[in-house]
């Protein structure tokens, strides 16, 4: 009877592990078309410091570029931190990418160092990571619907403070002044 059994689990496993496959392809692939470059999503920023100046603008109406993209997701909850909204904006014209990690729902809070919510910039020509030193963000609109990795999200605000950048051969930390505002449809 015990041969029986293990032909019948190796008969078994090419349709379970396929099974698996199919599914794994229908939700990644559902997920990759979620929330990728909605209509009317922007972020407007200013930076001012010693290696990022500038007023930058990232908009994206329609269609979808390789190059050019903004994406949201929401991180599911943990012992530690309440459920959380990631937002990337990128613009390979400009060479830039900007990361918004925050709580998922409408509120006033600050951002500090190595926290867990933060902003990031990145300058993509010279690897150049601004992080959010101490920055006051404002959600002033969020709304979430579905659940789970299927959930989408929409959110509007702004935010203002310091950001740094901190050379890992000196220690020398390069603050810089940003100021912005963003919408994710």
Known sequence: MKTISLKKTVILRPYSFVLTLVTLLIVLTSCSKLDTNPKGSFINFALSGSLLNGDFEIKKMDGISDYDKATGYILPASESVSETALINYQDH???LSINLVFPAEKKLFEMQYNDSYHISVTDLSSNTILVSKTVSMNVSEFKKTGTGILAKMSA???????????????????????????EFN
């Open 93 to 95: 014209d400009q060479g």
């Open 156 to 182: 509007t605000g702004n935010f203002n403070g310091i950001m740094v950048f901190v050379d890992a051969a000196t220690g020398q930390e390069y603050s810089h002044t940003l100021s912005g505002k963003f």
